[in-house]
């Protein structure tokens, strides 16, 4: 456990950079995800979350947290789908990649704009 831990403390910036944005990016994804249901039953099925129980704008708003919760249920078995076929994607559509050692051409690289 400790050689994770002091991996991580000494891992390359460009490596920790990348750590750090994916730490942001799916902690937005997390926040998004929860009141993604919420905005489904408000906005689009136009429901009230406050509305007296048996009413029909409380009605509404709880079709539109169920249709919101099937979403995001379609979403995480596609992103599944998605991630167990990354690698055979990647094979079939995938440039093949030239093993670079310097960082700075690297980005260069990836950064120019290719002329014909």
Known sequence: MFDSVFAQ??????LLILC????FC???????????????GQSVYHGDPIA???????????DGVRAGAVGMALYSA?????????????RTFGKP?????NEKSAWRDANTARLP
Do not use: Q
């Open 26 to 40: 799916w902690a937005s994804l997390v926040c998004y995800s929860l009141y993604f249901t919420d905005f489904v």
């Open 78 to 90: 596609s992103c599944s789908v998605y991630s167990l076929n990354i690698e055979k994607l990647v």
């Open 97 to 101: 990649h030239r093993n670079k050692t």
């Open 9 to 14: 403390i000494h891992m390359p910036r460009s």
């Open 52 to 62: 007296d129980s048996g009413t029909t704008s409380h009605g509404r708003y709880e």
């Open 20 to 23: 750090l944005t994916n730490l």
